[in-house]
């Protein structure tokens, strides 16, 4: 049963009623966000998220914070650094707001499971980078229709969201996962196709960036590709990112309660931050998109080239 937090005095969050409207700053303090994974883009999106008054979250993520965090994850410190950052995102929200009510799982797999969880919420926000997670909340969203506020990390700033009745990712950019338990997704064959085509979905909603990025970044692009490092991260993007994908969910709780609200970005398209315009809407597949053949060509090449030329 879901849990939400008394009306509060004085109200902390009486500022934004000039932006969303008296009807949905209440309803967003009975509102639900499910968001497994708290790293550089899942912290920033659940900070925005609490300072609107949010009255529930549905927390996962069983890693802890370290040094390398420093750069991009808002609850990063030397007084936070190997706390887990479930723990540590509970008490920052909890500063922020006492009342708003915290519930934490283990991280999972399980699609039954985790449609459970997500049909007692109004929306699902993937913090997480893993494949095998990601696939995982979105076939679960599907099964609860509820909608997915996701990004895509390369190669540009964007949200990206899939509503109840609109194809999942892994279908619309062609994953080889379809058919496959998640966790078998992870396996590196499976999860290397996977991400060139994440990218290869970027680069076509930027048209000309691929050809216009030099010798050194298409280096860092073939080994990114080969998943030889680290995923990236850079706390100006991350934030961003965060942001965005935060008003979009708020856009989709005031969607789905029927109420008058700022079209934050609505209905989730693919921003094109290398043009500041929004591009493709989120529901076009990869394969009707024109390039996207050349474009695959193209970083299977670099992903191929050890010198990523």
């Known amino acids: 049963m879901q849990t939400f937090p008394k009306s509060s005095a004085p109200d902390r969050f009486v500022r934004q009623e000039g932006i969303v409207g008296p009807e949905l700053h209440e309803a967003l303090a009975r509102s639900s966000v499910f968001l497994p994974g708290l790293g550089a883009i899942g912290s920033a999106t659940l900070t925005a998220l609490a300072r609107t008054g949010i009255g529930r979250f549905v927390?996962?993520?069983?890693?802890?914070?370290g040094y390398e965090n420093?750069?991009?994850?808002?609850?990063?410190?030397?007084?936070?650094?190997?706390?887990?950052?479930?723990?540590?995102?509970?008490?920052?929200?909890?500063?922020?707001?006492?009342?708003?009510?915290?519930?934490?799982?283990?991280?999972?797999c399980d699609v039954d499971r985790l449609a459970e969880v997500i049909a007692a919420v109004d929306v699902v926000v993937l913090g997480m980078d893993t494949l095998s997670g990601g696939i995982a909340c979105c076939r679960a969203a599907r099964i609860a229709s509820r909608p997915v506020v996701d990004f895509l990390y390369f190669p540009t700033v964007n949200v990206l969201s899939t509503l109840p009745g609109w194809s999942?990712?892994?279908?619309?950019?062609?994953?080889?996962?379809?058919?496959?338990?998640?966790?078998?997704?992870?396996?590196?064959?499976?999860?290397?196709?996977?991400?060139?085509?994440?990218?290869?979905?970027?680069?076509?909603?930027?048209?000309?960036?691929l050809e216009a990025i030099g010798p050194r970044h298409r280096q860092a692009l073939g080994s990114f590709l080969r998943m030889e490092a680290q995923i990236p991260s850079f706390a100006p993007m991350t934030m961003q990112v965060g942001a965005m994908m935060a008003g979009q969910a708020v856009s989709l709780i005031?969607?789905?309660?029927?109420?008058?609200?700022?079209?934050?970005?609505?209905?989730?398209f693919y921003i094109d931050h290398y043009r500041?315009?929004?591009?493709?809407?989120?529901?076009?597949?990869?394969?009707?998109?024109?390039?996207h053949r050349a474009t695959l060509e193209a970083l299977t090449h670099l992903r191929d080239s050890v010198g990523g030329s």
Not at 180 to 204: K, W
Not at 277 to 290: D, N
Request: aromatic share 6%; net charge negative; proline share 9%.
């Open 276 to 291: 500041l315009r929004s591009a493709v809407p989120a529901h076009e597949s990869l394969s009707e998109m024109p390039g």
């Open 254 to 268: 005031a969607h789905s309660k029927g109420l008058p609200h700022v079209p934050l970005a609505w209905p989730g």
């Open 168 to 209: 999942v990712p892994e279908e619309r950019f062609g994953y080889p996962t379809r058919g496959l338990r998640p966790e078998e997704c992870d396996a590196p064959a499976i999860a290397a196709e996977s991400l060139l085509r994440v990218v290869a979905y970027g680069f076509c909603c930027n048209e000309g960036l």
């Open 59 to 65: 927390l996962i993520d069983d890693d802890e914070i």
């Open 70 to 108: 420093f750069s991009s994850q808002l609850f990063a410190s030397e007084q936070t650094v190997h706390a887990g950052k479930v723990r540590t995102a509970k008490r920052f929200v909890q500063a922020i707001h006492p009342e708003c009510s915290i519930e934490t799982l283990p991280v999972t």
